[in-house]
């Protein structure tokens, strides 16, 4: 079962980790075919967000919430079960200054909803 | 043989195994839900059959079995008229070997409590679920005995399942590698069951006697399946407060406090049973702040008189306690023993630096302390003040009661 990993934190404290911890963790999981993808992210300077109203675009800059942990970087992983998904998350170097989202990925190819109108 | 005399012994099934049959059918159906109904399908099987073909041999595997027969055969039916839907499939398909139908037994019900104590569940969710799945008690019964709306209590539950499903958390014992900290969370939610039960965080009843005893049996069921030192320690904490029960209140709800309990209402039985199982968990050198705080209970337990109690003895518990659990709380209950062994301005110099720090400012036990202790010393204004904040903080009827009473004492005096 698939599941993606948030990997959040106050970005000055991700800033000051080794890369190289982080790359041996993404390597480690590969090896083991349990990453499907992975990638660090810029800074939420970077960010820029984007919403659409009545066909109406809005671009702001920044994350859609200013918050104290922010976004840094994500894992899709496949693992047996939940638990197996907290392991692989714990070992996440990010997780000892920050935290990481553990979401199930929902099936919607294979079971798509339909939506309700708009009321 | 009589219809009457059945349906007792059916029922007698149903208060023994049925929490067994339960785990099992969980486990090998997949799903709680299911697993439920196959259950009530299982005794309304009983029920037809066992008047005429007489009680099987082995209750428990002919129920497993019939339940997972029933439902089976249910979620065949279902396939003709759904899509192919290949979990079902699976399920159904899978014949287990007859061997997992028995074996597998006492390990599903740990399987069950560990699930439904699984840290990735809320809180109060694990503690919903654990009353319902493990215990047997029916959602009304729980929201009764937490003062939740029965609705509120229902959507728990039923928010609880489906994160069990949909973020898949495995019905499995843990692996010896989480075993320790995965124990922390079961027994947390045990503890939290047993203080709800013997103080009732508000309303009119200072003990619901209901959750206390279904904490103890729960305490006693995992001794059973794993007999680890910090869960005899817990079972042995729970008896030696329960053991209290008798003595706590007055015939009129009163609150009484430990000094001025009847310890001949205390019930021995109990109190045996725990320091025994208090010195189980100190020999494995294995044990943590349950066993230490049920060895401070047992100290308690073992004076026949207040006089008589080992203040001594309590510090050096509390030491070891705080060294392991350095909490306010812990910080508190260990500056009262001080108080006791080394008097009243020892503890009082403890407690103000606790409050000066900003701890336990908002807690109604941190003032009743300093109040008491302010009392003791005859410094009779700091007393009033420390009595009528702990008043302003506390919810219980009984506590209230006890609280106004102290203030009328100092007032009189």
């Known amino acids: 079962m698939k599941y993606l990993c948030l990997v959040y934190g106050e970005e000055q404290k991700i800033g000051e980790m080794d890369d190289r911890k982080c790359l041996a963790c993404d390597a480690e999981l590969r090896a083991r075919g349990q990453c499907i993808a992975s990638e660090a992210l810029e800074p939420v300077a970077t960010a820029t967000t984007v919403r659409m109203r009545n066909g109406r675009l809005t671009v702001t800059d920044g994350p859609f919430a200013e918050t104290k942990e922010q976004l840094a970087g994500f894992y899709l992983i496949e693992a047996r079960d939940l638990n197996e998904a907290i392991q692989i998350a714990a070992k996440i170097p990010p997780a000892q200054v920050g935290c990481v989202e553990v979401r199930p990925i929902r099936p919607i190819r294979e079971q798509p909803r339909a939506g309700r109108a708009p009321g | ?413």
């Open chain 2, 1 to 413: 043989m009589p219809e009457a005399d059945i349906h007792r012994r059916i029922e007698a099934v149903y208060q023994s195994e049925s929490r067994a049959v339960l785990a099992t059918l969980i486990r090998l159906l997949g799903d709680f839900d299911r697993a439920e109904e196959a259950l009530h399908d299982a005794f309304r099987a009983a029920l037809e059959k066992w008047p005429t073909h007489g009680m099987p041999e082995n209750p428990r595997a002919w129920l497993v079995s019939a339940g997972r027969f029933r439902s089976i055969d249910q979620l065949r039916r279902q396939a003709r008229f759904e899509a192919f839907d290949p979990l079902v499939h699976d399920t159904a398909g899978s014949e287990s070997a007859p061997e997992d139908l028995e074996t597998g037994l006492p390990d599903d019900r740990l399987r069950l409590i560990f699930t439904c104590c699984h840290p990735a569940l809320a809180a109060d969710a694990q503690i919903a679920l654990t009353l319902r799945e493990v215990c047997g008690l029916t959602t009304e019964q729980i929201a009764q005995a937490f003062l939740t709306p029965v609705p509120t209590l229902a959507q728990r539950i039923v928010r609880a399942k489906a994160k069990i499903r949909d973020a898949r958390i495995p019905y499995e014992v843990p692996a010896a590698a989480e075993l320790a900290t995965r124990l922390a969370s079961v027994l947390r939610v045990i503890y939290l069951v047993f203080n709800e039960g013997y103080t009732a965080s508000s309303g009119p009843d200072l003990m619901r006697l209901d959750l206390a005893s279904e904490a103890i049996r729960l305490g006693r069921l995992l001794i059973e399946m794993l007999p680890e030192a910090e869960a005899f320690g817990l079972l042995a904490l729970m008896l030696l407060h329960d053991s209290r029960r008798a003595a706590r209140a007055s015939p009129s709800g009163e609150l009484i406090v430990l000094e001025e309990q009847d310890r001949s209402l205390w019930n021995r039985a109990q109190i045996e049973e725990g320091s025994a199982l208090v010195q189980r968990a100190l020999a494995t050198r294995r044990f943590g702040p349950y066993t230490l705080q049920a060895a401070i209970g047992a100290v308690h337990c073992g004076a026949a008189h207040p006089a008589e109690t080992d203040w001594q003895e309590i510090v050096s518990l509390y030491d070891l306690l705080l060294r392991i659990e350095p909490t306010p709380i812990v910080e508190l209950n260990r500056a009262v023993a001080l108080a006791m062994r080394d008097g009243p301005a020892v503890g009082l110099a403890l407690v103000d630096d606790l409050l000066a720090r900003g701890e336990l400012t908002e807690y109604r036990l941190a003032h009743a302390t300093r109040a008491d202790l302010c009392r003791r010393l005859g410094r009779r204004a700091e007393a009033r003040a420390a009595y009528t904040r702990a008043l302003a903080l506390t919810q219980l009827e009984p506590e209230r009661q006890f609280l106004q009473r102290r203030l009328a004492e100092l007032a009189a005096n």
